[in-house]
């Protein structure tokens, strides 16, 4: 465990940056380069197509707001997009000496049953500092249908006017899988991300109605990519409604 530690903190940059409140500091890290071990299992394992990696802004802060069904939508997004990406992870994962990994390779804690201000506050200095955050609005793993989507992605946007990227994420477990399970060797996986939108930086205070109609906007523009995707790649999302 040390050795592979002391590794990956090589491989890591660390950052420092003031959030919003001025009272302290942000520590945020990412790994420069993805593991090339973890890649090669995925390309081997699977069938990933991407596409619309030209749509995530080559530089500055951008959200990634993706369906969400399985396990394993998180680490694709990570190895598909163009940009290495923080994400928002649910604080039951820091447990234990998975714990360590995810705060390495700058994944954010967040509690998905109330408003997180520690989220926000580390979420808004990834987007300070120019760099990418990866969030999945449904707030739980499920069909993926994005029948629900939440506010948080749409205020973090209007609070930095970062772009906001929809991306679907399709075949990450099978239609009779579990949201705990990997899909089996060889199926086609698709990740695909959209043309950004762009909401205008609106100060403080940020009404609800204001932050409502920004989430419905892009609710609707992902519920479209998302169906864009089924009718273009032939995949289907999952039976299983069961999220988690």
């Given at each position: 465990m040390t050795d592979?530690?002391?590794?990956?903190?090589?491989?890591?940059?660390?950052?420092?940056?003031?959030?919003?409140?001025?009272?302290?500091?942000?520590?945020?890290?990412?790994?420069?380069?993805?593991?090339?071990?973890?890649?090669?299992?995925v390309v081997r394992r699977w069938q990933v197509e991407v596409t619309g990696r030209h749509h995530v802004p080559r530089s500055g802060p951008v959200i990634l707001a993706s369906n969400h069904m399985a396990i394993l939508d998180g680490p694709m997004l990570i190895i598909c997009?163009?940009?290495?990406?923080?994400?928002?992870?649910?604080?039951e994962l820091f447990q234990g000496p998975q714990r360590w990994l995810l705060e390495a390779v700058g994944q954010i804690s967040v509690d998905r049953d109330e408003v997180d201000p520690r989220a926000v506050k580390r979420s808004l200095a990834v987007l300070g500092a120019g760099r990418a955050l990866a969030i999945y609005p449904e707030g739980k793993r499920g069909r993926g249908d994005l029948a629900t989507v939440?506010?948080?992605?749409?205020?973090?946007?209007?609070?930095?006017?970062?772009?906001?990227?929809?991306?679907?994420?399709?075949?990450?477990?099978?239609?009779?899988?579990?949201?705990?399970?990997?899909?089996?060797?060889?199926?086609?996986?698709?990740?695909?991300?959209?043309?950004?939108?762009?909401?205008?930086?609106?100060?403080?205070?940020?009404?609800?109605?204001?932050?409502?109609?920004?989430?419905?906007?892009?609710?609707?523009?992902?519920?479209?990519?998302?169906?864009?995707?089924?009718?273009?790649?032939?995949?289907?999302?999952?039976?299983?409604?069961?999220?988690?």
């Open positions: 592979s530690r002391s590794r990956l903190d090589r491989r890591s940059t660390e950052r420092r940056s003031t959030d919003r409140s001025g009272d302290r500091t942000v520590d945020t890290y990412w790994s420069d380069q993805r593991p090339p071990n973890v890649v090669g299992q997009s163009p940009r290495t990406s923080h994400a928002l992870v649910k604080r939440k506010r948080g992605a749409a205020y973090l946007a209007l609070c930095t006017g970062a772009p906001v990227v929809p991306v679907a994420c399709l075949g990450t477990r099978s239609s009779v899988g579990t949201i705990e399970s990997l899909p089996p060797r060889g199926q086609r996986i698709a990740v695909s991300f959209a043309e950004p939108l762009q909401f205008p930086a609106t100060p403080w205070p940020r009404t609800r109605a204001s932050v409502g109609e920004a989430t419905e906007q892009l609710a609707s523009a992902m519920r479209t990519h998302l169906q864009e995707t089924l009718d273009r790649t032939g995949l289907a999302l999952p039976d299983s409604e069961r999220p988690t």
